[in-house]
């Protein structure tokens, strides 16, 4: 079992900047994928950023050039830096982590609220 923990959401205006953090923690294998995903109220959760094991970051269009995506193997964390936010980046992130060679498993965070408002 791996367990994810989220950290640095909150209240921000328009064009600030936040930091996410996730740590994770358990039977956490090296070959994994780190992601983040937000919900908003209403919609489906969708994919923000992502980086498996030994690659770059992959982002969503709306994020590319505001968010970065980092991970540090060696402490299992993982964190998204948020700049120039906006209204319609408000919503509830989750931190996720896939892995397994064979049979592919999915763990996630508790979620951590982001709210972009003036």
């Known amino acids: 079992q791996v367990q994810l923990v989220e950290s640095g959401g909150g209240l921000v205006q328009p064009g600030g900047s936040l930091r996410l953090s996730c740590v994770a923690s358990?039977?956490?294998?090296?070959?994994?994928?780190m992601a983040w995903y937000r919900q908003a109220p209403g919609k489906e959760r969708e994919m923000v950023a992502r980086?498996?094991?030994?690659?770059?970051?992959n982002y969503t269009d709306s994020v590319k050039g505001r968010f970065t995506m980092s991970r540090d193997n060696r402490k299992n964390t993982m964190a998204l830096e948020m700049n120039s936010l906006k209204v319609e980046d408000s919503g509830v992130y989750y931190c996720?982590?896939?892995?397994?060679?064979?049979?592919?498993?999915?763990?996630w965070g508790q979620g951590t609220q982001v709210t972009v408002s003036s």
């Open positions: 996720n982590l896939v892995q397994g060679l064979v049979v592919e498993t999915s763990y």
């Open positions: 358990g039977s956490v294998s090296p070959l994994n994928t």
């Open positions: 980086m498996p094991w030994g690659a770059g970051a």
